[in-house]
């Protein structure tokens, strides 16, 4: 998604040549649901590109959290306010949706060039122009120089420890110990059953929680698919992702993991068709002490992988993207100094916030899988005073009003926007350092 939305933007400022080199055949995506928080929307609508994805998306009127073993309701969110405060509704749709619309709006760029089936192998200089060499699937390597490399290559970035040893830092990436599984119901699926018609016909997010996992569900497509995204400890060692970030889970393994959950969520998870359990292992990486090096920037999950508990890892990519395009559009010479300027402003703008919502996300998925303890009946307390309007602390922090103001109320382009002089003024005086001490 960082990919597609810097080719994007950087097209929409005028730049006259870019190139998306892509390890897959295709942009084909696995089956899989993504909720479209505003900040997203904002910046798509902008690239054009937002009309497209909100006519089968659904617009969320409330939340619901439930305990997983008994259903019953914890915590309740009216959502119906977001599209008045912040100008977009919190939406969720189908990932191929919004890839395939940033893509097609990419097609539309005569700016735009893909190169699928190519893979990055070996950054070779960093400055002044960056020159890497590329591998096609079935042809010979070879090498390309520009002016500016940004890397969009995910958890698994193949650019980021080169950074991080040219720099001499050591930082690896952190298994989490947990892994989701991603299932996606059709209508006709779940069609005999009134309990999951309803949840498929409604307009809401239903969160199952329970002791170290949790599951969230929302319709998609129109309401003909129902999405199911899971978080459980990783016990069965789900391989690292493949070329598609998806390897094969178990359906029996599945269900005994959530085995003490309610009958409604047995009988849904049942229906999943046996080979289709989709299973990722949820990765991150610690804070890195820069995203850029030379004339390269890293962009998306390849500098802030972030577990899907606040659902803004595809919009933070897509912030950064909107960014990097104001920055670059801005800086003021296309020399390599001027470049490296401009690709710090979008690290001072960016860095903090995301990193920021990284460690949130994680804060979050803590408080939803507490056992037994006083811990969990404080967040319980928390969820009923909710219920009851005594406070508006959520526990779950994607449905909390002021983590939804903090997210959504800013606009990471009109920042970037005002912000530009002093900060390229700041960080032009400053020379990029050679090295920095190990992690």
Avoid at 182 to 204: C, F, N, T, W
Avoid at 300 to 308: K, N, Q
Avoid at 415 to 437: C, H
Wanted: aromatic share 6%.
């Amino acid at each position: 998604m960082g990919g597609l939305a810097c080719a994007l933007a950087l097209a929409k400022q005028g730049f006259t040549r870019i190139d998306v080199y892509e390890t897959a055949s295709n942009l084909g995506f696995v089956g899989a649901g993504i909720q479209l928080a505003p900040n997203m929307a904002r910046i798509l609508d902008r690239l054009g590109c937002w009309a497209d994805i909100e006519r089968e998306a659904i617009d969320l009127k409330e939340t619901s959290i439930r305990q997983g073993d008994t259903d019953n309701e914890l915590g309740h969110v009216d959502l119906r306010y977001i599209r008045e405060q912040y100008g977009y509704p919190h939406m969720v749709g189908h990932r191929a949706s919004l890839a395939g619309s940033l893509f097609a709006g990419c097609q539309k760029e005569k700016s735009i060039t893909f190169h699928f089936s190519t893979s990055v192998v070996h950054v070779n200089s960093f400055s002044p122009k960056p020159s890497f060499t590329l591998k096609p699937r079935n042809g010979e390597p070879y090498t390309v120089t520009t002016d500016v490399l940004l890397a969009a290559g995910g958890v698994k970035s193949l650019v980021r420890p080169q950074i991080l040893k040219a720099l001499n830092v050591h930082a690896e990436v952190q298994d989490t110990g947990q892994a989701a599984y991603r299932i996606m119901l059709k209508r006709e699926e779940v069609q005999h059953d009134p309990e999951l018609v309803a949840l498929i016909d409604g307009d809401s997010v239903t969160r199952w929680i329970g002791e170290k996992r949790h599951i969230i569900a929302y319709p998609v497509a129109s309401k003909t698919i129902y999405n199911i995204s899971t978080t459980q400890p990783d016990a069965n060692f789900a391989a690292a992702p493949s070329a598609t970030y998806t390897t094969k889970g178990s359906k029996s393994s599945m269900l005994n993991t959530f085995a003490d959950f309610c009958p409604k969520i047995q009988r849904m998870l049942a229906l999943v068709p046996d080979g289709e359990v989709c299973k990722w292992k949820l990765r991150v990486h610690s804070p890195l002490p820069t995203w850029v090096h030379g004339s390269v920037a890293l962009v998306g999950d390849a500098c802030h992988p972030t577990l899907p508990h606040l659902a803004q890892g595809a919009a933070q990519a897509i912030e950064d993207a909107a960014v990097l395009a104001v920055v670059l559009a801005r800086c003021p010479a296309a020399d390599a100094r001027a470049v490296n300027a401009a690709l710090r402003v979008y690290e001072r703008v960016r860095k903090e916030r995301a990193e920021m919502l990284v460690e949130l996300a994680a804060a979050s998925g803590r408080a939803l899988h507490l056992g037994d303890g006083a811990a969990r009946a404080e967040r319980d307390r928390q969820f009923a005073a909710l219920k009851e309007r005594r406070g508006a602390a959520v526990p779950d922090k994607w449905a909390d009003a002021d983590v939804q103001r903090m997210i959504y109320g800013s606009d990471c382009v009109q920042v970037a926007q005002d912000e530009f002089e002093r900060l390229f003024g700041e960080v032009g005086e400053m020379k990029e350092p050679a090295a920095v001490a190990s992690l």
